[in-house]
C-alpha cells in the first residue's frame, strides 16, 4: 500500500507546487499559483498572478478564483509538512477587490491540529504594497490512503439506489 507520505513525494511540481490532477499535463498550476517554500517561521509562501481567464468584474478577479487560491495554499500546508488532507471547512473574506495581472503574494500557515484536523490561515496580499485583499480560516481533514477509492465506492452505490 501507497502511504501518504509516498504519495506526496510522487505528486508532480510545477513552479513549486505540487499538481492537482487537471494540472499535471499542462505542468503548471492553472490558478496562476507559484510556491516559495516553507520559511523558517514553518509559513508557506507564494507568488500569485489572476490572468484575464478569472476576470469577474472588469479588471478583477471572480471571488471564485479568489477562493480557490486560498482553498490551493491553506491545503498545501500539511503537504509540505508531508501530510495529506483535504478540505473539510473554508471561510473567505474578500476584503478588497483582487486586481488581475498584478503580482500578488500569499501566505499560510498552520494555527493549530486538533486529531486529524489541520486548522489553517492564509492570506493573499498586493506584491507591490502588502495591502490586505483576502483572508481564510479553513478546516483540513487528514486523510486516509484509500479516499478516493472510497469515495468511488460511495457513489458506486448512490447511483446503485438511484437506478432502483
Ligand atoms: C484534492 C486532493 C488532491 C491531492 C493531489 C495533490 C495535489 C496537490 C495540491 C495540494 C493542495 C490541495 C488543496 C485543495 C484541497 C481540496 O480542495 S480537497 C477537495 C475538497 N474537499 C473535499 O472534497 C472533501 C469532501 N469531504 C469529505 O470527504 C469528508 O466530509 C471529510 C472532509 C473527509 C470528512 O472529514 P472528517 O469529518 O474528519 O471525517 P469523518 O468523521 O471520518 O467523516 C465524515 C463523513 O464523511 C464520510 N466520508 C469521509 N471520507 C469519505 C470518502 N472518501 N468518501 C465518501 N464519504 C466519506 C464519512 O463516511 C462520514 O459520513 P457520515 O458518517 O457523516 O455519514
Known amino acids: ?3 501518504p507520505r509516498e504519495h506526496v513525494e510522487r505528486t508532480p511540481i510545477g513552479d513549486g507546487v505540487r499538481l492537482c490532477a487537471s494540472c499535471i499535463p499542462r505542468g503548471r498550476c492553472r490558478l ?6 516553507l520559511d523558517a517561521e514553518g509559513v508557506a509562501r507564494f507568488r500569485l498572478v489572476c490572468d484575464a481567464g478569472h476576470e469577474g468584474g472588469p479588471g478583477v478577479a471572480h471571488g471564485g478564483w479568489t477562493a480557490s487560491v486560498l482553498d490551493e495554499m491553506l ?6 509538512h508531508k501530510r495529506l ?3 473539510k ?3 473567505v473574506e474578500f476584503l478588497r477587490p483582487v486586481p488581475i495581472d498584478q503580482p500578488l503574494l500569499g501566505r499560510s500557515w498552520n494555527d ?8 489553517n490561515v492564509g492570506e493573499v496580499t498586493l506584491a507591490a504594497t502588502g495591502a ?3 483572508r481564510a480560516t479553513g478546516v483540513f481533514s487528514e486523510r486516509d490512503p484509500d479516499h478516493f477509492q472510497r469515495h468511488k ?3 458506486a452505490t448512490q447511483i446503485g439506489k438511484a437506478a432502483d
Not at 496562476?32 to 517554500?37: F, Q
Open 112 to 119: 493549530r491540529i486538533e486529531g486529524r484536523h489541520w486548522h
Open 1 to 3: 500500500m501507497i502511504t
Open 89 to 91: 471547512s473554508l471561510t
Open 32 to 37: 496562476g499559483i507559484s510556491g516559495l517554500g
Open 153 to 155: 465506492d460511495w457513489l
Open 75 to 80: 491545503g498545501s500546508v500539511a503537504l509540505l
Open 85 to 87: 488532507t483535504v478540505t
Open 132 to 134: 490586505l485583499l483576502g
